[in-house]
């Protein structure tokens, strides 16, 4: 009734505020019906994609083997820590040499709050998050080429974009210019609100003062006893602040996916993948290299490989298989589709991703610069630095994402460069904004999504005409096979996306084993 | 020489990127010279400043006696658990009723970053910190009288305001309305400034779509396989959203002291004050109240009786006293001082602050809302409702901040109930917000400072005119006395207020010791 008889937005508000609208269509914890009796299913990839169908479909009663190519489930859901090993397509590897209890997430690090999916599976499995600080109004924005490439503080970028912006628009709407588009009635609330939100004086300047400062920071704070009095901050000018492009830097935690609160699995992301590993252990055969996808109106043979002694192939049969390979290796594949998935498949690309994790002897972004959790942004090739959220103020060494190029010309230059030179060159421009890099720099590890064997790219990357010809077939049940993964999602490079991909396919593919 | 070649502004800028700026004028943590032999002093009061007096003084080679009114240490720094009791001024007395684990800081409950004393301390004694969410996107902003007063989410109303104004100014920008403030030149950095910032689209417009959506939230999610599309939100028109007031609750996590990254320690506020009372426990007498203040030429001596047996005077003398015992009962006590300090102390009013503690059956705000921590800001008495910032997720009961009012009427409405009124007023106003209230609620408590026994007040409420006039009289040291706590600093209110406060009292005072 209330759908009727409001509009959308009307709708929509009337039923979040009495606790109805889901905020997305994911409605919990998914329930199968009870599977035939005696139907099995082959998984191919232990990633969270897999992991989930594979579960999802055991508790409905099938018969559940898991293929996955290394000798660990996760896929990009991976942390690195201290020992751990793992090689580039060349054969380059890499030993990881961060100190106990220290680690790295190359793939994804952050879980929004709206990933309803995930946010249920952590919740079932008993994981312990903890807030991913995305904005930090204390760390850095830098451009090379702007304040002769020092860099500043966020909270003095961002303050003074607001107050500026709001004195022009207070001083257009009291010449009568936003007559035409504002009341007389709310331009009065206009302008109130612009005096707030900018923190603009009573003749609607923006202008240095304790109030000004109480917003940005002052250059000496207020102290106790008698101590020396506060000094107000100086806001940058506004011809400064707009040519030096960093109003560029200060909006994306505004955006949806990183807003409060954005979570990480505390000791690292590969928390979930571990207990759904945990759970899937017995139904799990690692080490192997799918080589042939064949189906028959009765069944599906999966031909592989032993990973680590070539040769000799084997194979398994199941009723139905969820495929969660990556579309760039399952391009390279013997897999009998028709051909609508067939050309999905291959008309895919991948995104290019680079992160550099550096480990540092001592916390000199907390002690020198208190600059606690957050990202620094750069127009630097590095693009950001990241620094933990987790164990704040621990003494020792520390892990910080020195580098994070995605989707853009940056990350295949790195991805062409050895591990080593990507951390040389993540340490030179790291240090123009950390001067402390060169001495406290302790070891570091790279991962370039292009270069690594199982993946060969981040993720699939969609365009919307892309989307019109291909995704609909990409994501249908091809008779016995169902593909799954944040390729098959409109969530990509997340891992709701995998996962509500893997939910919604198990959905089909189970509505359809039912019936046949 | 940085300093004398260029102006304040850039001074800073230029000194903070080479990290020799400090952000307060506090320098990290004291070390005094060497006392002389057998120099005494006793301390009044075992808050957060009488404390860090007496550790620093101890350190430095004095004999200490710390006297507290109560049976604990921590004063204002206060956490309240299952089973602790306290009495207000009329005797009424709270048993908290919260479950295991559970706690609710009725004084301070948020830690800045830029808190560098605070900060040091926590670091010296090993306190735990985790981050306070301030600002949550996903909580809300509730007018009583606007949206028919239904609960509006925090992130549509700040991507609407930021999408309106954004649009406004740019539409000025176009008519030539800025020629007189910004350059051409200017205009084209503010207009794409205004486009990142404000989500306009090419037309420098603000209207629904799913780029829009990227930051307000969509009305459906993007989902995967063959899940619903998504469909974008519609956003908050001008009007409504000039003319709902809420504006003027999205501004205060830009304030630089609610500025990420804000902590606050694991399990309490009151750690830090357990970690110092530990420390110098040898050195307290507690249930001690005192009497009489007096001093001489050559001593103080300290009046008291044994707070649960009243009747005999007992006494104790030292070379020096540091007193914190807040201002409005310092002003009800035999204080030998000389009149400026003593018009000082009697001139100072205390502001009142109610806060109301609410243990719910469940985490429904989690569960239902996909509210993690932060804040709901509303119109009603209660102010805000501020939900846990740790245990995310964690099964049964949980604690929140039903009603928070600070130095307004509200707080004397709230402080003139008894515990039980408080609480059923937090409930019937919360409800409002979170209709499961009446169903989920299990037990709360209240604190109205104006009627604990101990303080009499929330903090010391200085004026432009009161500073003037006394605030100095009020921080000399006298003789052999000196003041300390957040009330003899610039800092009301805060920890760090009543830190800095204490380090400086104790410098000049053991300045001034070394020299008699």
């Known amino acids: 009734m209330i759908g009727k ?10 039923m979040t ?3 109805h609208a889901a905020e997305s269509e994911y409605s919990g914890p998914i329930k199968l019906s009870p599977a035939k009796k005696g139907a099995s299913v082959v998984v191919l990839g232990a990633g969270l994609a897999g992991m989930v169908a594979a579960l999802e479909l055991r508790s409905a009663g099938y018969s559940v083997k898991l293929l996955e190519f290394q000798n660990r489930a996760g896929g990009r859901c991976w942390t690195l820590r201290g020992g751990d090993e793992f090689s580039e397509l060349d054969g380059t590897r890499q030993t990881v040499g961060f100190a106990k209890g220290n680690y790295f997430n190359p793939g994804p690090w952050r879980v929004p709050h709206h990933h309803l999916a995930m946010m249920d599976y952590y919740k079932r499995f008993g994981i312990k998050l903890e807030a991913f600080n995305q904005v930090n109004h204390n760390a850095f924005v830098h451009n090379s080429k702007a304040f002769g490439g020092k860099p500043q503080r966020f909270r003095h970028v961002q303050a003074d974009f607001r107050g500026h912006t709001s004195e022009l ?20 609330k206009l302008l109130a609100g612009l005096r707030a939100w900018g923190v603009l004086n ?4 923006y202008v240095a003062s304790e109030r000004v400062s109480d917003y940005r920071g002052f250059d000496v704070e207020p102290g106790g006893g008698l101590m020396p009095l506060a000094t107000p901050s100086e806001p940058i000018g506004l011809h400064e602040l707009l040519q030096s492009d960093l109003w560029s830097q200060i909006n994306s935690g505004n955006m949806y996916e990183f807003q409060t ?11 979930l993948a571990k207990a759904l590993e945990r759970e899937l252990k017995c139904h799990m055969r690692y080490n192997t290299k799918v080589t042939k996808i064949a189906q028959s109106e009765r069944s599906v043979t999966v031909h592989f490989t032993d990973a680590n002694k070539p040769g000799a192939q084997q194979s398994v049969s199941a009723d139905w298989c969820v495929c969660t390979i990556p579309a760039s290796l399952l391009s390279q594949m013997d897999i009998q589709v028709g051909d609508a998935m067939r050309s999905a498949i291959e008309s895919l690309p991948y995104g290019s991703s680079i992160k550099v994790g550096l480990e540092f002897k001592r916390r000199f972004w907390e002690d020198d610069e208190r600059i606690y959790g957050g990202i620094s942004y750069t127009d630097l090739p590095i693009q950001m630095i990241s620094y933990p959220s987790n164990d704040y103020m621990k003494a020792g060494p520390a892990v910080l994402l020195g580098a994070y190029s995605f989707e853009n010309t940056d990350s295949y230059r790195f991805a062409s460069l050895t591990p080593n030179e990507r951390i040389r060159l993540a340490l030179a421009y790291g240090g123009r904004i950390h001067p402390q890099y060169s001495e406290e720099f302790s070891n570091g590890v790279s991962v370039a999504w292009h270069r690594i064997p199982w993946t060969q790219g981040c993720h699939g990357v969609w365009s919307e005409s892309l989307r019109k010809e291909h995704y609909n077939n990409l994501a249908q049940v091809d008779n016995r096979i169902v593909l799954a993964g944040e390729h098959v999602s409109h969530i990509p490079a997340w891992q709701e996306g995998s996962v509500l991909s893997a939910l919604d396919a198990v959905k089909r593919l189970h509505a359809k084993a039912i019936n046949v």
Not at 5 to 14: H, N, R, S
């Open 5 to 14: 008889a409001a509009g959308g937005a009307a709708m929509y508000q009337a």
């Open 17 to 19: 505020s009495l606790g």
């Open 169 to 188: 628009l207070a001083k257009a709407a009291n010449q009568g210019a936003l007559n035409d588009a504002v009341t007389r009635e709310d331009t009065e």
């Open 202 to 205: 009573k003749d609607n300047r």
């Open 261 to 271: 609160t954005l979570f990480q699995p505390a000791g690292g992301m590969d928390a």
